[in-house]
T-cell receptor
Framework: IAGITQAPTSQILAAGRRMTLRCTQD?????MYWYRQDLGLGLRLIHY???????GKGEVPDGYSVSRANTDDFPLTLASAVPSQTSVYFC???????????FGPGTRLTVL | GQNIDQPTEMTATEGAIVQINCTYQ??????LFWYQQHAGEAPTFLSY????GLEEKGRFSSFLSRSKGYSYLLLKELQMKDSASYLC??????????FGAGTTVTVRA
């Protein structure tokens, strides 16, 4: 089934630990995005990639890094997790940065 | 930063009509999107406006006025399954999406 997958579905993490959230899409979309969603704040863009090999910073990039080695995968890494990074993380993709975005099912991350 | 405002909550009766307003102030404008998000699920695309006017898609319609920085989503013939959060999102001059906090619509029998 075509779409976007994210792993893990949920995770509880100790503060200071390193964590990578995985995102894979099989729609051959060029652009991919990472958002976090917090109650009352809506979705906020963390990092994005308009095409394989390029990445850019969004609204809230601090504490996060991404890579885009190929078209399908766009992992998000928290180098040293902090409690304020507790959130629901959504990965999204679009054919280009002018098209509608399709969202993955999300990863619920809790940092203690 | 971007500023996108929409009401926090709305309640309506099954079969009725509800209008969700969205006002925005952004750095540049390249289109406005509406997404639906059921609790615990991912947002799904509903509509897109880039020119002024009304776009109709079945029971859902979306309106845009660029000069007023204003949009609305109209949900007609409400059904229980329409209970969800509705997200207004604006694509700015750099083609990045900024989202409002969302409007939770509750449909009552």
């Amino acid at each position: 089934i075509a779409g976007i997958t994210q792993a893990p579905t949920s995770q509880i993490l100790a503060a200071g630990r390193r964590m990578t959230l995985r995102c894979t899409q099989d729609m051959r979309h060029n652009a991919m995005y990472w958002y976090r969603q917090d109650l009352g704040l809506g979705l906020r863009l963390i990092h994005y990639s308009n095409t394989a090999g390029t990445t850019g910073k969004g609204e809230v990039p601090d504490g996060y890094s991404v890579s885009r080695a190929n078209t399908d995968d766009f992992p998000l890494t928290l180098a040293s997790a902090v409690p304020s990074q507790t959130s629901v993380y959504f990965c999204a993709s679009s054919d280009s940065n002018t098209d509608e975005q399709f969202f993955g099912p999300g990863t619920r991350l809790t940092v203690l | 930063g971007q500023n996108i405002d929409q009401p926090t909550e709305m309640t309506a009766t099954e079969g009725a009509i509800v209008q969700i307003n969205c006002t925005y102030q952004t750095s540049g404008f390249n289109g406005l999107f509406w997404y639906q998000q059921h609790a615990g699920e991912a947002p799904t695309f509903l509509s897109y406006n880039v020119l002024d006017g009304l776009e109709e898609k079945g029971r859902f319609s979306s309106f845009l006025s660029r000069s007023k920085g204003y949009s609305y989503l109209l949900l007609k013939e409400l059904q229980m399954k329409d209970s969800a959060s509705y997200l207004c999102a604006v694509r700015d001059g750099d083609y990045k999406l900024s989202f409002g906090a969302g409007t939770t619509v509750t449909v009552r029998a």
